[in-house]
Every structure is written in C-alpha cells, then in structure tokens.
C-alpha cells in the first residue's frame, strides 16, 4: 500500500508525486529544481494534513517510486516518528511565537538519516502574527535541506509574505463516492459507508467517526431537530443552549482525560514539599491557560461542526424548494425536510442558510457562543403561520435506526 493511498479523491496526487521525484534528483545532484516551502490549502476534512504527511514520508522514501508505504522510512514519517520529520499540530487557539522560534531552529540542522529535514504545520492558519514573523525567514531562505509544508483551509488564512514563498496546492472536497469507497476499504458496511460518506459531506474524519461511532450518529440526529424545535422564543433559545451543553459535553469527553494526564506528569516533573522545583507555580498556570485554550478550541470545532450539520439540513430543503435533483444529504429525514420545503419558501431558506453562515464566521471571531446561538435559534424562528417540521429520525443515521 502506497502511502498516497491514504489521500482520499484529490486530482494533485501525480503533481505532488512529480515533485518528490525532482526532490530525488536534487538530494542525489541531478540538479533537478526542488520547492522548499509548500502551502497545502482545502475545506475542512478534505485531508490536508494527510496529504502533508504522505509527501515528506514519500521525501524520505529510497524506493522505487518513492512512497512505497512499507519501508522503515515511510512507516516512521507517517507515524511521527521519524527523526527528519516534524509533525506540528494544536489543539490551542493559536500556534505562538516560541514554538515557531523551536521549529526554525530545527529547519537549520541538516537532515540526520533522511534525504530531508520536513517540517509539517498543520495549523498554520493559526500563527500569530510574531510567530508568522519568526517563520518568515526560514520560508524565504530555507536550509538546502529543509523543506517546509504548512497546512491551512485557505491561501487568504496565511499572511501574504509567506504564501507568496510557498507553492501552493489547492484540494477539493473529496467526492462522496470516494470517501464511501475508503471507508469500505477500512472494513465498513457499504451501506452504512454511503450514509456517512453523505451526511459528512466530503469531511473524511467526520464521515469516518458517524461510520464507526453510533454515539457520533446519535449526536448527529439530535444536532438536526433544531430546526424543528423552533415554534416560539422559549423553545427556540431552550434549543440553543442545548446545542452548546452538548458540545461542552463533547469537549470535555475529549479533553478531559488529555488534563489530568498533563496534570499528572507535571506534578511529577516540579515534585512537592522543599524538593519542588522553582517556578513550579507559573508552570501550573502555563498549563492551565493551554488546557483551558484546547478546550475551548474543541467546543468551538463541535459547534461548527453541528451548524455545518445545520446549514447542509437547510440546502436539501432548498433543493427541495428549487425541483432540482440528485441525493439529499440528509435523505433519511426526507418527510420533514418535505414539510418544511412546503411550508416556506426559498427566500426564507436562504435567509436561514445566511444566518447559519454568519453563526458560524461570528464563533470563528470570538463571539461569545450562547449568546451567537441563541441569536442564529431566534433568526431560525419561521413565520406565525409556519408550522415545525416533523422531527424525523433521532439518531441521524440511514433509515432511523442505530445501525451498527
């Protein structure tokens, strides 16, 4: 199995493959011409990061053609472990300046066993603005041996001094059919693959975890009656902080564990009574803030995650609105999308897909999220005459059953 297997529905497979062949050449002095600096953009879930990781395992691939997926290089790279390959992600707000610095400093070594020093940034998106300004010179003058691949969901998402340095790859999202594919290669059922692979809408993570996880196709079904939970104010701003208890739920089944282990090992690192170590204090809080940032960071991805949900829930009603054909994401809950089609029209529907949309840029700026939600409940609210809509399967998957 290559390791570009794993790269689900994307067309710049061959162009990435090229490129590690002339990265061959170059490390044995053919002379080949090699990008040192890569910008890997793509919607959500559409595998930019394992797009990222396939190539610096194929960087350090010695078969023939690179990327093989069996040698030690190629197992090592993909599983982080590798001593010329940096997989840097977070799960904080932010990647801060001293990590970078870290990183930089890193990109100046020359590679230990491998053709090259990769360095993959998985959430370049969320560089401060110091920390962009730390990466910058190492983008711009890389070591000969150092190749950098930052992954972001848009060129836009990356200050315009390093995207103008990186080449940039752009990925789609994947097409349904090839992620149900993938996920019966991984030893799914195919129906309960084409289910996920339509209701994640082209999201591989998420089409896996509602493929795997019945508790995940539960929460989906509940996240999908909010718009049938909307008759007057009370119920309406009741939906919504239900919708943020659950995902504070998800986030702390997540997290929590991650905390006391950190929690843990750090008690053990400054010991106790006069044996502590100094500076033990600043330290707890140090933690503190990063364990309290990751949380809020995975409540914000649930929330976003749910709205997506939503906003897919008000597109099928659209179709349904516009005559126009093929499958609906959320066809399992076609009689309440049915009745919701007839009792309004497209112009509310696009008024309740754009406020969906403005949800979810105002989570994405800080806004606080009970007050967003409860504002996107009351924007979701239809007209007096406009009855709710049948609430159809709860658990969210093919037919209404568990399916397991």
């Not at 390791?3 to 490390?27: K, N, S």
């Not at 702390?252 to 991650?258: K, N, T």
């Not at 282990?261 to 106790?272: H, K, M, R, T």
């Given at each position: 199995?290559?390791?570009?297997?794993?790269?689900?529905?994307?067309?710049?497979?061959?162009?990435?493959?090229?490129?590690?062949?002339?990265?061959?050449?170059?490390?044995?002095?053919?002379?080949?011409?090699?990008?040192?600096?890569?910008?890997v953009t793509g919607p959500p879930g559409s595998g930019r990061s394992v797009l990222a990781r396939a190539f610096a395992a194929a960087l350090q691939c010695r078969q023939q053609p690179p990327g093989c997926g069996h040698c030690t290089a190629c197992r090592t790279a993909l599983a982080g472990s590798h001593p010329d390959v940096e997989l840097v992600?977070?799960?904080?707000?932010?990647?801060?300046?001293?990590?970078?610095?870290?990183?930089?400093?890193?990109?100046?070594?020359?590679?230990?066993?491998?053709?090259?020093?990769?360095?993959?940034?998985?959430?370049?998106?969320?560089?401060?603005?110091?920390?962009?300004?730390?990466?910058?010179?190492?983008?711009?003058?890389?070591?000969?041996?150092?190749?950098?691949?930052?992954?972001?969901?848009?060129?836009?998402?990356?200050?315009?001094?390093?995207?103008?340095?990186?080449?940039?790859?752009?990925?789609?999202?994947?097409?349904?059919?090839?992620?149900a594919a993938f996920l019966?290669?991984?030893?799914?059922?195919?129906?309960?693959?084409?289910?996920?692979?339509?209701?994640?809408?082209?999201?591989?993570?998420?089409?896996?975890?509602?493929?795997?996880?019945?508790?995940a196709r539960l929460r989906r079904g509940e996240v999908l009656r909010l718009p049938t939970r909307l008759g007057d104010v009370a119920s309406a701003l009741e939906a919504a902080a239900a919708l943020l208890e659950a995902a504070e739920?998800?986030?702390?089944?997540?997290?929590?564990?991650?905390?006391?282990?950190?929690?843990?090992?750090?008690?053990?690192?400054?010991?106790?009574?006069?044996s502590k170590v100094r500076g033990s204090a600043g330290m707890a809080k140090d933690l503190e803030r990063a364990q309290k940032s990751r949380r809020t960071r995975v409540t914000r991805d649930v929330l976003d995650r749910a709205l997506v949900d939503v906003l897919g829930f008000y597109r099928d009603v659209l179709r349904l609105q516009a005559g126009s054909g093929g499958d609906l994401v959320n066809d399992e809950m076609r009689p309440s999308l049915q009745r919701l089609a007839?009792?309004?029209?497209?112009?509310?529907?696009?008024?309740?897909?754009?406020?969906?949309?403005?949800?979810?840029?105002?989570?994405?700026?800080?806004?606080?999220?009970?007050?967003?939600?409860?504002?996107?409940?009351?924007?979701?609210?239809?007209p007096a005459d406009e009855g709710p809509a049948d609430e159809g399967p709860a658990d969210g998957g093919p037919g209404g059953g568990s399916s397991t």
């Open positions: 199995m290559s390791v570009w297997d794993v790269v689900v529905g994307q067309t710049v497979v061959p162009v990435m493959q090229a490129a590690v062949v002339d990265a061959a050449l170059d490390a044995e002095g053919g002379g080949a011409a090699m990008t040192h600096a890569w910008l992600s977070t799960e904080a707000l932010a990647l801060k300046v001293d990590l970078v610095r870290d990183l930089v400093r890193r990109a100046a070594l020359r590679p230990a066993e491998g053709r090259w020093q990769v360095i993959v940034v998985e959430d370049a998106d969320r560089l401060t603005e110091e920390a962009a300004d730390a990466l910058l010179l190492s983008v711009e003058e890389p070591p000969p041996r150092t190749v950098w691949v930052l992954c972001a969901p848009a060129s836009a998402d990356i200050p315009p001094t390093i995207r103008s340095r990186c080449r940039v790859v752009a990925l789609r999202t994947p097409p349904v059919a090839d992620v019966v290669c991984e030893g799914v059922d195919p129906a309960m693959a084409a289910f996920a692979a339509r209701a994640a809408q082209g999201h591989i993570g998420r089409a896996r975890a509602l493929a795997t996880d019945e508790q739920a998800d986030a702390a089944a997540h997290c929590d564990a991650l905390d006391a282990a950190e929690a843990e090992n750090l008690a053990a690192i400054i010991g106790s009574g006069r007839r009792a309004s029209t497209p112009t509310v529907t696009g008024r309740r897909m754009a406020a969906v949309v403005a949800a979810r840029e105002a989570l994405a700026a800080n806004a606080a999220p009970l007050l967003t939600l409860e504002a996107l409940a009351l924007a979701l609210r239809g």
